[in-house]
């Protein structure tokens, strides 16, 4: 038997709620890059006695403004992979990353970690931290928001208004006059046989309407660079789907699965014979922002238009911090 040669381009995409972004990883046959935590007691320590500390804060402007830590820049988990190289130009100074609670600091800590910034502490959250902290006024917070709900409400009224129209029309239109009755006696028609029914398709229990929905996006983006469209498989499928699950269960963000080990032995395990495969994961808050910023990921972006691939298994799972996307590629 000839030796199957796995290919995994191991990419990770991260987002919560109020958060789209994406943030990418080594593959598993590299050596992961690591941070280190580091307490607040020792984070006041160091930044009291030490010069050159950059303080980061991950979390969204309105929550910075809210409250943040003195002297703290502000660049958000879904930007860091952006805005890092621009805004942090020393990969060799002491970086602390907090967010409120813990899981974007430590996500956001890895990512740098992952660019080749070689002292990043994982300080955890903002609610653990006993010492001062600030509060920034949001002047522009109004001329940003308010196109914005302008916008929605512009796009609800082109949605409502051709639907109540129809209605009224409906409504308005007056009742036919009956004909006139014939005295004359007539044969009885013959009656028509009533029609044969359709049977209505039952949906596919794997591919529900956000399924297809990044199924649709990610083929449409194949098709504009001439890559034929992938195809559902129901093993691949069947394992994203419980991939999705299994993250959102045992609270982990990973490739590799406690209950199932990598993405290679899951699809084994489900019964899939494949002679490459890859997986992207993210969390974000819709199929829209997470194939926007999917797509914006080079790495990303490569798993879904690599022609090489032609069958795909997409698993979603509401999680309390978003929704976990799983897409597994697979070369039969």
């Known amino acids: 038997m000839k030796k199957i040669t796995h290919i995994f ?16 990883v080594q593959s598993e046959s590299d050596n992961k ?17 030490e010069k050159g500390i950059i303080l980061v804060d991950v979390r969204t402007e309105a929550e910075y403004a809210e409250k943040h830590i003195p002297g703290s820049l502000l660049i958000p988990v879904e930007t860091i992979e952006t805005q890092a190289s621009e805004k ?17 600091s430590a996500i ?25 902290t600030e509060t920034t006024s949001r002047p522009n917070q109004l001329p940003e928001v308010t196109p914005t709900n302008e916008s929605q409400k512009a796009e609800a009224e082109k949605v409502v208004k051709p639907l109540e129209q129809t209605n009224l029309d409906k409504v308005k239109q007056p009742a036919p006059t009956p004909a ?16 044969v029914p359709v049977p209505t398709p039952k949906p596919t229990p794997q591919i529900n ?17 001439g890559v034929a469209p992938l195809s559902t498989d129901i093993k691949v499928m069947e394992a994203a789907r419980m991939k999705s699950e299994d993250m959102v269960k045992n609270n982990y963000f990973s490739h590799t699965s406690p209950t199932y080990g990598s993405p290679f032995d899951m699809l084994s395990k489900f019964g899939v014979t494949f002679q490459g495969a890859a997986e992207n994961i993210a969390m974000n808050s819709s199929v829209e ?10 790495g990303h972006r490569k798993n879904i238009l690599n022609a090489s691939y032609s069958y795909i298994g997409i698993g979603i799972t ?3 911090g978003g929704k976990v996307f799983v897409q597994m590629f697979v070369k039969k």
């Open 88 to 104: 942090l130009k020393d990969r060799d100074a002491a970086i602390f990353v907090y967010c409120r609670s813990g899981n974007r």
């Open 9 to 24: 381009t191991a990419i990770v995409l991260v987002s919560f709620l109020s958060l789209a972004g994406c943030l990418s």
């Open 180 to 195: 006139p009755q014939s005295t004359t006696p007539k044969t009885a028609p013959k009656p028509t046989p009533a029609p």
């Open 318 to 320: 509401d999680s309390p």
């Open 289 to 298: 922002a997470a194939h926007a910023a999917l797509m914006a990921s080079e």
């Open 209 to 225: 309407v956000q399924i297809q929905k990044m199924l649709e996006s990610i083929n449409s983006e194949r098709a504009k660079v």
């Open 33 to 49: 890059s690591s941070y280190q935590t580091i307490s607040s007691e020792t984070a006041k320590k160091r930044l009291d006695s």
């Open 108 to 132: 956001a800590a890895q990512a740098l970690a992952n660019m080749n910034y070689t002292n990043v502490f994982d300080l955890g959250g903002i609610n653990n931290w006993p010492y001062e």
